[in-house]
Protein backbone atom coordinates (compact mmCIF):
# COMPACT_ATOMS: atom_id res chain seq x y z
CA UNK A 1 0.00 0.00 0.00
CA UNK A 2 1.16 3.46 -1.18
CA UNK A 3 0.58 6.77 0.92
CA UNK A 4 -0.49 8.80 -2.21
CA UNK A 5 -2.22 12.28 -2.14
CA UNK A 6 -3.75 14.21 -4.94
CA UNK A 7 -3.68 17.74 -5.38
CA UNK A 8 -6.55 19.03 -7.28
CA UNK A 9 -10.39 18.12 -6.20
CA UNK A 10 -11.59 18.63 -9.72
CA UNK A 11 -13.47 15.94 -11.82
CA UNK A 12 -10.48 14.35 -13.00
CA UNK A 13 -8.33 14.49 -9.59
CA UNK A 14 -11.55 13.29 -7.73
CA UNK A 15 -11.43 10.10 -10.33
CA UNK A 16 -8.10 9.29 -9.58
CA UNK A 17 -9.10 9.44 -6.03
CA UNK A 18 -11.69 7.20 -6.22
CA UNK A 19 -9.92 4.58 -8.30
CA UNK A 20 -6.85 4.99 -5.92
CA UNK A 21 -8.97 3.97 -3.17
CA UNK A 22 -11.10 1.50 -4.08
CA UNK A 23 -7.69 -0.65 -5.01
CA UNK A 24 -6.17 0.16 -1.53
CA UNK A 25 -3.86 2.56 -1.60
CA UNK A 26 -4.24 4.89 1.29
CA UNK A 27 -5.41 8.69 -0.39
CA UNK A 28 -5.69 12.49 0.35
CA UNK A 29 -7.38 14.55 -1.87
CA UNK A 30 -6.56 18.13 -1.39
CA UNK A 31 -9.21 20.95 -2.32
CA UNK A 32 -8.25 24.65 -2.27
CA UNK A 33 -10.76 25.71 -0.06
CA UNK A 34 -12.30 24.99 3.63
CA UNK A 35 -15.81 25.35 2.07
CA UNK A 36 -15.04 22.87 -0.53
CA UNK A 37 -13.07 20.36 2.10
CA UNK A 38 -16.34 20.67 4.30
CA UNK A 39 -18.93 20.03 1.43
CA UNK A 40 -17.11 16.68 0.16
CA UNK A 41 -16.38 15.33 3.72
CA UNK A 42 -20.52 16.39 4.20
CA UNK A 43 -21.61 14.88 1.01
CA UNK A 44 -18.72 11.99 -0.08
CA UNK A 45 -19.78 13.41 -3.14
CA UNK A 46 -18.21 15.78 -5.79
CA UNK A 47 -21.75 17.19 -6.90
CA UNK A 48 -20.07 20.57 -8.93
CA UNK A 49 -17.24 18.22 -11.07
CA UNK A 50 -18.50 14.88 -10.73
CA UNK A 51 -21.61 13.99 -9.73
CA UNK A 52 -22.97 10.24 -9.07
CA UNK A 53 -19.53 8.85 -8.23
CA UNK A 54 -19.61 8.03 -4.01
CA UNK A 55 -16.07 9.27 -2.38
CA UNK A 56 -14.90 6.32 -0.48
CA UNK A 57 -14.38 6.55 3.16
CA UNK A 58 -10.97 5.79 3.26
CA UNK A 59 -10.13 9.29 1.50
CA UNK A 60 -9.06 11.93 3.13
CA UNK A 61 -10.00 15.08 2.35
CA UNK A 62 -7.98 18.91 3.32
CA UNK A 63 -7.68 22.26 2.34
CA UNK A 64 -4.26 22.14 3.63
CA UNK A 65 -2.00 21.34 1.15
CA UNK A 66 1.06 20.92 3.67
CA UNK A 67 -1.18 18.43 5.85
CA UNK A 68 -2.12 16.48 2.61
CA UNK A 69 1.41 15.98 1.15
CA UNK A 70 3.17 14.93 4.11
CA UNK A 71 4.84 11.62 4.45
CA UNK A 72 3.69 10.85 0.84
CA UNK A 73 5.13 8.41 -1.69
CA UNK A 74 3.52 9.76 -4.62
CA UNK A 75 1.91 12.69 -5.01
CA UNK A 76 0.01 13.53 -8.22
CA UNK A 77 -1.03 16.89 -9.32
CA UNK A 78 -4.26 17.12 -10.94
CA UNK A 79 -4.30 20.97 -11.26
CA UNK A 80 -5.23 23.34 -14.29
CA UNK A 81 -1.67 23.79 -15.85
CA UNK A 82 -1.20 27.37 -15.28
CA UNK A 83 -1.20 26.26 -11.23
CA UNK A 84 1.13 23.60 -11.15
CA UNK A 85 4.13 26.02 -10.48
CA UNK A 86 2.02 27.93 -7.31
CA UNK A 87 1.18 23.85 -6.36
CA UNK A 88 5.23 22.97 -6.47
CA UNK A 89 6.43 26.04 -4.64
CA UNK A 90 3.97 25.25 -1.89
CA UNK A 91 4.80 21.75 -1.28
CA UNK A 92 8.20 22.17 -1.84
CA UNK A 93 9.45 23.01 2.21
CA UNK A 94 7.41 19.99 3.19
CA UNK A 95 7.99 16.81 0.89
CA UNK A 96 10.93 14.36 0.73
CA UNK A 97 13.73 14.29 -2.45
CA UNK A 98 12.54 10.64 -2.71
CA UNK A 99 8.56 11.27 -3.24
CA UNK A 100 7.35 11.07 -6.96
CA UNK A 101 5.66 13.46 -8.29
CA UNK A 102 3.43 12.43 -11.09
CA UNK A 103 1.36 15.01 -13.07
CA UNK A 104 -2.08 14.20 -14.65
CA UNK A 105 -2.28 17.98 -15.87
CA UNK A 106 -2.30 18.46 -19.52
CA UNK A 107 -0.77 21.80 -21.49
CA UNK A 108 2.48 23.95 -21.71
CA UNK A 109 2.93 27.01 -19.04
CA UNK A 110 2.20 30.24 -21.42
CA UNK A 111 5.03 32.23 -19.99
CA UNK A 112 7.87 29.52 -20.23
CA UNK A 113 6.42 26.97 -23.06
CA UNK A 114 7.48 24.78 -20.85
CA UNK A 115 6.17 21.27 -20.30
CA UNK A 116 4.54 20.27 -16.71
CA UNK A 117 6.94 17.87 -15.95
CA UNK A 118 9.56 20.85 -17.13
CA UNK A 119 7.81 22.72 -14.38
CA UNK A 120 7.86 20.59 -11.49
CA UNK A 121 11.20 19.93 -12.48
CA UNK A 122 12.15 23.36 -12.35
CA UNK A 123 10.71 24.34 -8.78
CA UNK A 124 11.90 20.61 -7.44
CA UNK A 125 14.71 20.25 -8.94
CA UNK A 126 15.80 18.00 -11.62
CA UNK A 127 16.68 14.81 -9.03
CA UNK A 128 13.15 14.46 -7.89
CA UNK A 129 11.75 11.85 -9.53
CA UNK A 130 8.78 12.92 -11.84
CA UNK A 131 6.10 10.93 -14.15
CA UNK A 132 3.21 11.35 -16.37
CA UNK A 133 0.19 10.37 -16.31
CA UNK A 134 -1.91 10.23 -19.27
CA UNK A 135 -4.27 8.53 -21.61
CA UNK A 136 -7.59 8.62 -23.37
CA UNK A 137 -9.31 8.85 -19.51
CA UNK A 138 -12.68 11.05 -18.94
CA UNK A 139 -12.96 11.45 -15.37
CA UNK A 140 -16.77 10.42 -15.86
CA UNK A 141 -16.12 7.07 -16.53
CA UNK A 142 -13.01 6.58 -14.58
CA UNK A 143 -15.31 7.56 -11.60
CA UNK A 144 -18.30 4.95 -12.29
CA UNK A 145 -15.15 2.20 -12.78
CA UNK A 146 -15.76 2.03 -16.43
CA UNK A 147 -12.51 -0.14 -17.74
CA UNK A 148 -9.89 2.28 -18.32
CA UNK A 149 -6.09 2.14 -20.02
CA UNK A 150 -3.78 4.67 -19.29
CA UNK A 151 -0.03 5.13 -19.38
CA UNK A 152 2.32 6.52 -17.16
CA UNK A 153 5.85 7.95 -18.93
CA UNK A 154 9.20 8.90 -16.25
CA UNK A 155 12.63 8.94 -17.77
CA UNK A 156 13.21 6.44 -15.08
CA UNK A 157 12.14 2.80 -15.28
CA UNK A 158 11.77 2.06 -11.48
CA UNK A 159 9.39 5.38 -10.88
CA UNK A 160 7.21 4.80 -13.78
CA UNK A 161 6.81 1.08 -12.47
CA UNK A 162 6.04 1.84 -8.85
CA UNK A 163 3.38 4.49 -10.68
CA UNK A 164 1.80 1.75 -12.54
CA UNK A 165 1.64 -0.45 -9.42
CA UNK A 166 -0.05 1.66 -7.50
CA UNK A 167 -2.86 3.10 -9.86
CA UNK A 168 -3.14 -0.96 -11.86
CA UNK A 169 -6.61 -2.32 -10.54
CA UNK A 170 -9.54 -4.43 -11.99
CA UNK A 171 -10.54 -0.97 -13.85
CA UNK A 172 -7.98 0.76 -14.62
CA UNK A 173 -5.06 -1.07 -16.79
CA UNK A 174 -1.82 0.59 -16.47
CA UNK A 175 1.23 0.80 -19.26
CA UNK A 176 4.32 2.44 -18.85
CA UNK A 177 6.52 4.49 -21.36
CA UNK A 178 10.15 6.00 -21.45
CA UNK A 179 9.32 8.78 -23.95
CA UNK A 180 7.61 11.40 -21.16
CA UNK A 181 8.35 14.19 -24.05
CA UNK A 182 5.88 12.27 -26.44
CA UNK A 183 3.29 11.07 -24.09
CA UNK A 184 3.20 14.59 -22.32
CA UNK A 185 3.38 16.38 -25.79
CA UNK A 186 0.58 13.96 -26.73
CA UNK A 187 -1.57 14.45 -24.45
CA UNK A 188 -1.17 18.62 -24.37
CA UNK A 189 -1.99 18.92 -27.90
CA UNK A 190 -5.04 16.49 -28.33
CA UNK A 191 -6.82 19.43 -26.76
CA UNK A 192 -6.17 21.50 -30.07
CA UNK A 193 -7.87 18.90 -32.32
CA UNK A 194 -10.44 18.53 -29.97
CA UNK A 195 -11.35 22.45 -30.44
CA UNK A 196 -11.47 21.51 -34.16
CA UNK A 197 -13.60 18.64 -33.79
CA UNK A 198 -16.20 20.17 -31.88
CA UNK A 199 -15.92 23.14 -34.19
CA UNK A 200 -16.69 20.79 -37.16
CA UNK A 201 -19.51 19.41 -35.67
CA UNK A 202 -21.07 22.72 -34.92
CA UNK A 203 -20.57 23.59 -37.79
CA UNK A 204 -23.01 21.13 -38.62
CA UNK A 205 -19.99 19.07 -40.76
CA UNK A 206 -19.68 14.70 -40.76
CA UNK A 207 -18.15 12.00 -40.31
CA UNK A 208 -15.44 12.26 -43.12
CA UNK A 209 -14.89 15.57 -42.48
CA UNK A 210 -13.86 14.50 -38.54
CA UNK A 211 -11.76 11.67 -39.83
CA UNK A 212 -9.97 13.71 -41.95
CA UNK A 213 -9.20 16.45 -38.69
CA UNK A 214 -8.50 14.00 -36.44
CA UNK A 215 -5.68 12.14 -38.94
CA UNK A 216 -4.30 14.91 -39.92
CA UNK A 217 -4.25 16.69 -36.67
CA UNK A 218 -2.31 13.36 -35.12
CA UNK A 219 0.02 14.20 -38.07
CA UNK A 220 0.90 17.73 -36.75
CA UNK A 221 0.58 16.46 -32.92
CA UNK A 222 4.00 14.03 -33.32
CA UNK A 223 5.47 16.59 -36.17
CA UNK A 224 5.94 18.80 -33.35
CA UNK A 225 6.45 16.26 -30.35
CA UNK A 226 9.14 14.64 -32.36
CA UNK A 227 10.89 18.03 -32.93
CA UNK A 228 10.52 19.03 -29.49
CA UNK A 229 12.32 15.49 -28.61
CA UNK A 230 9.81 12.63 -28.32
CA UNK A 231 9.36 9.27 -30.43
CA UNK A 232 7.12 8.79 -33.06
CA UNK A 233 5.54 5.40 -31.88
CA UNK A 234 4.31 7.44 -29.28
CA UNK A 235 1.81 9.07 -30.47
CA UNK A 236 0.23 5.99 -31.95
CA UNK A 237 -0.31 4.61 -28.27
CA UNK A 238 -2.98 5.46 -25.67
CA UNK A 239 -1.60 8.86 -25.33
CA UNK A 240 -1.64 10.09 -28.70
CA UNK A 241 -4.47 8.52 -30.57
CA UNK A 242 -6.23 6.83 -28.31
CA UNK A 243 -7.10 9.87 -25.86
CA UNK A 244 -7.27 11.96 -29.41
CA UNK A 245 -10.15 9.50 -30.56
CA UNK A 246 -11.33 9.86 -26.98
CA UNK A 247 -11.41 13.39 -26.97
CA UNK A 248 -12.75 14.74 -30.23
CA UNK A 249 -15.10 12.16 -30.10
CA UNK A 250 -17.12 12.24 -26.85
CA UNK A 251 -19.48 15.09 -25.11
CA UNK A 252 -17.30 14.28 -21.95
CA UNK A 253 -15.05 16.67 -23.30
CA UNK A 254 -14.80 20.34 -22.12
CA UNK A 255 -12.75 20.96 -25.54
CA UNK A 256 -15.01 19.52 -27.83
CA UNK A 257 -17.89 21.40 -26.03
CA UNK A 258 -16.07 24.30 -26.17
CA UNK A 259 -16.16 24.07 -30.10
CA UNK A 260 -19.13 22.69 -30.05
CA UNK A 261 -20.54 26.29 -29.21
CA UNK A 262 -18.01 28.37 -31.32
CA UNK A 263 -19.12 26.31 -34.26
CA UNK A 264 -22.64 27.02 -33.86
CA UNK A 265 -21.81 30.59 -33.96
CA UNK A 266 -20.58 31.73 -29.68
CA UNK A 267 -17.90 33.57 -29.04
CA UNK A 268 -14.98 32.46 -26.81
CA UNK A 269 -15.70 35.10 -24.18
CA UNK A 270 -18.94 33.68 -24.35
CA UNK A 271 -18.62 30.62 -23.47
CA UNK A 272 -15.71 30.64 -21.15
CA UNK A 273 -18.11 32.70 -19.15
CA UNK A 274 -20.64 30.28 -19.05
CA UNK A 275 -18.06 27.14 -18.11
CA UNK A 276 -17.27 26.54 -14.61
CA UNK A 277 -14.02 24.47 -15.92
CA UNK A 278 -10.86 25.16 -17.54
CA UNK A 279 -10.82 24.58 -21.19
CA UNK A 280 -7.11 23.55 -21.80
CA UNK A 281 -7.00 23.61 -25.39
CA UNK A 282 -7.67 26.93 -25.45
CA UNK A 283 -4.65 28.24 -23.33
CA UNK A 284 -2.53 25.33 -25.38
CA UNK A 285 -3.24 26.64 -28.80
CA UNK A 286 -1.68 29.71 -27.82
CA UNK A 287 1.29 28.15 -26.77
CA UNK A 288 1.61 25.91 -29.58
CA UNK A 289 1.20 29.19 -31.98
CA UNK A 290 4.89 30.28 -30.22
CA UNK A 291 6.31 25.96 -30.30
CA UNK A 292 5.66 26.08 -34.29
CA UNK A 293 7.14 29.08 -34.96
CA UNK A 294 10.19 28.12 -32.27
CA UNK A 295 10.78 24.48 -33.89
CA UNK A 296 9.65 25.83 -37.28
CA UNK A 297 7.31 23.19 -37.91
CA UNK A 298 4.21 23.14 -39.96
CA UNK A 299 0.88 22.72 -38.43
CA UNK A 300 -2.30 24.24 -40.89
CA UNK A 301 -4.99 22.74 -38.22
CA UNK A 302 -3.50 24.49 -35.03
CA UNK A 303 -2.88 27.62 -36.68
CA UNK A 304 -6.14 28.21 -38.33
CA UNK A 305 -7.73 26.64 -34.53
CA UNK A 306 -5.31 29.44 -33.16
CA UNK A 307 -6.88 32.13 -35.39
CA UNK A 308 -10.19 31.40 -34.62
CA UNK A 309 -9.48 31.52 -30.90
CA UNK A 310 -7.46 34.73 -30.94
CA UNK A 311 -8.43 36.60 -34.23
CA UNK A 312 -12.17 36.33 -34.35
CA UNK A 313 -11.98 33.99 -38.26
CA UNK A 314 -15.04 33.02 -39.12
CA UNK A 315 -14.72 29.06 -38.24
CA UNK A 316 -16.29 28.33 -42.24
CA UNK A 317 -13.55 30.57 -43.23
CA UNK A 318 -10.79 28.43 -41.57
CA UNK A 319 -12.14 25.08 -43.32
CA UNK A 320 -11.66 26.90 -46.41
CA UNK A 321 -8.71 28.16 -46.34
CA UNK A 322 -7.77 24.66 -44.85
CA UNK A 323 -8.87 22.88 -47.73
CA UNK A 324 -7.63 25.03 -50.48
CA UNK A 325 -4.04 24.70 -49.07
CA UNK A 326 -1.52 23.50 -51.26
CA UNK A 327 -0.80 20.12 -53.16
CA UNK A 328 1.46 17.60 -50.74
CA UNK A 329 2.10 14.27 -50.43
CA UNK A 330 1.10 12.43 -47.34
CA UNK A 331 3.90 9.73 -47.00
CA UNK A 332 6.36 12.99 -46.95
CA UNK A 333 5.29 13.77 -44.29
CA UNK A 334 5.92 10.99 -42.43
CA UNK A 335 8.42 11.37 -39.36
CA UNK A 336 10.05 8.61 -38.31
CA UNK A 337 12.65 8.02 -35.20
CA UNK A 338 13.97 5.74 -33.17
CA UNK A 339 12.08 3.69 -30.29
CA UNK A 340 12.86 5.38 -27.00
CA UNK A 341 14.50 3.41 -24.28
CA UNK A 342 15.05 3.29 -20.48
Not at 7 to 12: S, T
Request: include cysteine.
Amino acid sequence: MKKVSVLGAGGWGTAIAISLAKDGQQVKLWTRTDKSAQNLNKTRENIKYLPGAVIPANVTISSSIEKSVLNSDIIVIVTPSSAVRRVCEKIKPVISKDTIIVTASKGFEQNTLLRMSEVIQDVLGKQQPVAVLSGPNHAEEVGREIPTATVVASSKRKTAEIVQDAFMGPKLRVYTNPDIVGVETGGALKNIIALGAGISDGLGFGDNTKSALLTRGLTEIARLGVAMGGETVTFAGLSGIGDLVATCTSTHSRNWRAGNLLGQGKTLDEILADTNMVVEGVKTARSVNHLAEKYNVEMPISKQIYKVLFEDKDPKEAVTDLMLRGKTNEMEEVVITQNAKW
